[in-house]
């Protein structure tokens, strides 16, 4: 049973992604591909996802994932890439990103009265190699 589940499921994402490889630019397929990845790859670590691509109501910033880890409002930044041509996916998060992040906690925390001590910042980095290599950074 749990075989053919996880067979319905990679056969979902597979023509999911096929069909927006045929109408979205690769960057963007291959950006949603591997928020898609990082979702499950999350699950399976044990984290509750309440929310993707969470934005803000000013458009000032956005989470790829909201979720928690136990006790533990997670605020999760997914790179995907390719290839490690040009380094790891998780160096292209710079000071800005970050600060995006922040303002993103903070509305959310403040909006389901999680208190700040309660928040953490995650970075999952993916390369979309066969088979593709995930990699998850706690605290950053």
Request: aromatic share 10%; hydrophobic share 40%.
């Amino acid at each position: 049973m749990l075989f053919r589940r996880l067979l319905f499921r990679r056969s979902l994402d597979w023509l999911r992604d096929r069909k927006r490889n045929r109408k979205w630019n690769p960057s963007l397929a291959a950006g949603r591909r591997g928020e898609d990845l990082a979702h499950r790859y999350l699950q399976r670590q044990g984290y509750i996802v309440v929310a993707r691509n969470y934005r803000l109501g000013s458009g000032e910033g956005e989470a790829d994932i909201v979720a928690w880890e136990g006790e533990t409002l997670a605020i999760v930044e997914v790179k995907s890439r390719t290839t490690g041509d040009y380094g790891p996916p998780e160096r292209a998060i710079g000071p800005e990103k970050l600060a995006h992040m922040r303002r993103v906690a903070r509305e959310f925390a403040a909006r389901n009265g999680t208190s700040w001590e309660q928040v953490r910042f995650d970075i999952v980095a993916v390369l979309l190699t066969a088979p593709p290599q995930i990699s998850l950074y706690r605290g950053v």
